[in-house]
């Protein structure tokens, strides 16, 4: 039996979505009040799937301790109040919309669960905005 059991974080980051070789003007029009030179913040949430099946001897898919645990170091100590364009390497190249952002989480992720597992992360930038990606 399959079966998928998920794990919630948040963490808060500030970004500038914008490319450097636009000026303000195109980077305005493209990323609206996304793009303001001096940053702006969200409060991110979280949701991590890992999908697979039940080990019969534990009754779990995976420790849920474990997995809170890789998101913790993974994800809330790397981006938890940070200038997501400034302090976090994936995206000194990378424009941190949440969609990318949702990528990079799913890679730090993945890194670390078992290949047994599907991975699928849900990301919220806002409550009316979220992405999902798992991978595909």
């Known amino acids: 039996m399959s079966l998928t059991v998920y794990r919630k974080a948040h963490f808060n980051a500030a970004h500038r979505l914008f490319k450097k070789e636009w000026d303000d003007a195109k980077n305005?029009?493209?990323f609206g009040k996304c793009s303001n030179p001096n940053y702006h913040g969200h409060n991110y949430e979280?949701?991590?799937?890992i999908k697979g099946e039940i080990d019969p001897e534990t009754g779990f898919l995976m420790d849920?301790?474990?997995l809170s645990r890789i998101i913790e170091e993974e994800i809330e100590d790397a981006f938890?109040?940070?200038n997501l364009n400034i302090e976090v390497p994936e995206f000194?190249?990378?424009n941190p919309t949440v969609e990318n952002i949702a990528v990079v989480i799913w890679n730090k992720i993945r890194a670390r669960i078992d290949s047994?597992?599907?991975?699928s992360i849900k990301l919220?930038?806002?409550?009316?905005?979220f992405v999902v990606y798992n991978g595909h």
Do not use: A, M, Q, W
Request: cysteine-free.
């Open 28 to 30: 305005f029009e493209v």
């Open 46 to 49: 979280l949701e991590v799937g």
């Open 64 to 66: 849920l301790k474990i």
């Open 80 to 82: 938890d109040h940070k």
């Open 92 to 94: 000194k190249s990378l």
């Open 116 to 119: 047994k597992f599907d991975i």
């Open 124 to 129: 919220y930038e806002t409550p009316r905005n």
